[in-house]
T-cell receptor
């Protein structure tokens, strides 16, 4: 069945450090891929998405590229801020379906 | 309101009791989804509504769980004879259309079964 695997946290970085959170997936066909973020005390928010191979999603300095050959969608940011501290979820939605399949989440803590 | 709202934000109940969790989707969104998020896990799909009908309830864990959306807007998730294992955050999401590529999530209801 379809699944998403993301790196375990927590990830602790200093401000302005480079961030990578790994995400790989298993799915038939060509799923859409997402990163959602959950800030403390808030609901899940869409951070970025990509709907086909080689697409790059980007938002707020975060980027992720849909790599079909490696079935990956790694999240990156060149310089993190304290305000980026949150839990990040990778998710997929198979074509023709409507339900998301989420990874277990990765907690990021950025220190000043 | 501007976003998806859920009430209550927290619910504490005793084993065996009945609970109802409410979701108000974004106005005009036809599709509504319920997910359950256990501690340390990602959200897991429970049920999906298109309009008033449940188009897919394959994620409901057993027949103690039931959800309705009688007028195609507000939805209620109902849990009978609650068990301690039902403790989780219940998330509601909506999207403009069925299969829409962005689901907007509410803040969730944290259910604790003692």
């Amino acid at each position: 069945g379809n699944s998403v695997t993301q790196m375990e946290g927590p990830v602790t970085l200093s401000e302005e450090a480079f961030l990578t959170i790994n995400c790989t997936y298993t799915a038939t066909g060509y799923p859409s891929l997402f990163w959602y973020v959950q800030y403390p005390g808030e609901g899940l928010q869409l951070l970025l998405k990509a709907t086909k191979a080689d697409d790059k999603g980007s938002n707020k300095g975060f980027e992720a590229t849909y790599r079909k050959e490696t079935t990956s969608f790694h999240l990156e940011k060149g310089s993190v801020q304290v305000s980026d501290s949150a839990v990040y979820f990778c998710a997929l939605k198979s074509s023709g379906t409507y339900k998301y399949i989420f990874g277990t989440g990765t907690r990021l803590k950025v220190l000043a | 309101g501007a976003g998806v709202s859920q009430t209550p934000s927290n619910k504490v109940t005793e084993k065996g009791k009945y609970v109802e969790l409410r979701c108000d989707p974004i106005s005009g969104h036809t599709a509504l989804y319920w997910y359950r998020q256990s501690l340390g896990q990602g959200p897991e799909f429970l049920i999906y509504f298109q309009g008033t009908g449940a188009a897919d309830d394959s994620g409901l864990p057993n027949d103690r769980f039931f959800a309705v959306r009688p007028e195609g807007s507000v939805s209620t998730l109902k849990i009978q004879r609650t068990e301690r294992g039902d403790s989780a955050v219940y998330l509601c999401a909506s999207s403009l259309e069925a299969g829409g590529n962005e689901q907007f999530f509410g803040p969730g209801t944290r259910l604790t079964v003692l």
